[in-house]
């Protein structure tokens, strides 16, 4: 889904619906933050978000954070309890990302979280993000605009350098404001920890808090920026299986027929859309152990199976 050359287009209205056309059609598209640039799409639409992945060649599936209007917004995706509401407040519209409850209901899409039971969520100030969350109505999932492992694109220009031909539009307002990634933190019920740090420091969210920020190292992921490996069900896990064996949940993909598929197809997209809901579906079955089938290594499918071999090990 998207175009053969990129096309970049100002920060205006009719950009803006353009981007959001796109958006509804599951498309990703570059829109600047304050931050720096973001590959934005339908954070409610699994196929969507892994064109996300597929655009950067992100080598694993890591949680994104989800942009949103405003608190209000946000309250619909997450549990906010009085520290989290204290950060908002301070700090929304800005670049401070809250790690929060998901909402069961919160209809956001498992590839966005990286099926954890919490969200990466922030209100964004940047008027073209605004704009293109008013003009969607949708929570956007937005990471960096750049191809994974280069580095973040503060310009429009930088989107293009790394992504030409991989997204169909980018919004060009210039320069963005920080050049910096969103400070994230996990606001807990009588602590802050910090996961990532960024323009918002230590000493304004204790200042908002009155608590001490947290900043010990973790050997999980719980949020963007982090490396180490963060899922794994509570099953063994077999893969490239073709068949189930006994006491075995199988996975199917393309021409393996299994308990559940990731795609009947072959699509990678659809796959990587539904790859953590098929390992929940399977963790709570009523089967002793998780089987895989083999999945291609191209593209997408790189990404799936590095996921699959952290949950496997």
């Known amino acids: 889904m998207t175009a053969p050359n990129t096309l970049i287009r100002p920060f205006e209205e009719d950009a803006i619906a353009d981007a959001a056309a796109r958006i509804a059609a599951g498309e990703c598209v570059a829109v600047p933050t304050e931050t720096v640039y973001g590959l934005a799409a339908d954070a409610t639409n699994g196929e969507a978000v892994a064109r996300i992945y597929a655009a950067k060649g992100r080598p694993s599936f890591n949680p994104l954070i989800v942009h949103v209007a405003d608190t209000e917004a946000a309250r619909a995706f997450a549990h906010f309890n009085p520290v989290a509401q204290t950060l908002a407040q301070a700090?929304?519209?800005?670049?401070?990302?809250?790690v929060l409850p998901l909402r069961p209901d919160s209809g956001i899409a498992g590839l966005v979280t990286a099926g954890l039971a919490t969200i990466a969520i922030r209100v964004p100030a940047h008027p073209a993000m605004q704009a293109l969350l008013k003009a969607t109505g949708k929570p956007l999932a937005a990471p960096s605009a750049n191809a994974s492992g280069r580095i973040s694109p503060t310009r429009a220009a930088h989107v293009a350098d790394?992504?030409?031909?991989?997204?169909?539009?980018?919004?060009?307002?210039?320069?963005?404001?920080?050049?910096?990634?969103?400070?994230?933190?996990?606001?807990?019920?009588?602590?802050?920890?910090?996961?990532r740090p960024?323009?918002?420091?230590?000493?304004?969210?204790?200042?908002?808090?009155?608590?001490?920020l947290d900043i010990a190292k973790r050997d999980t992921i719980e949020a963007p920026g982090q490396l180490a490996s963060h899922y794994a069900p509570t099953k063994p896990l077999r893969l490239d299986a073709r068949n189930a064996g006994p006491g075995e949940w199988l996975i199917g993909f393309g021409d393996v027929r299994g308990d559940a598929t990731l795609s009947a197809t072959g699509d990678l997209v659809e796959a990587a859309a539904a790859l953590f809901d098929a390992l929940h579906a399977a963790e709570a079955s009523a089967a002793e152990r998780i089987a895989v089938a083999p999945i291609s290594h191209t593209g997408l499918g790189a990404a799936i199976n590095d996921r699959l071999r952290r949950a496997a090990a």
């Not at 700090?91 to 809250?98: Q, V």
């Open 162 to 195: 790394s992504l030409d031909g991989r997204v169909g539009l980018i919004i060009d307002a210039g320069l963005t404001g920080h050049g910096l990634e969103s400070t994230i933190v996990v606001a807990g019920e009588a602590n802050v920890r910090l996961l």
């Open 91 to 98: 700090f929304w519209p800005g670049p401070l990302t809250l």
């Open 198 to 212: 960024g323009p918002i420091g230590a000493p304004l969210i204790e200042a908002a808090t009155g608590l001490t």
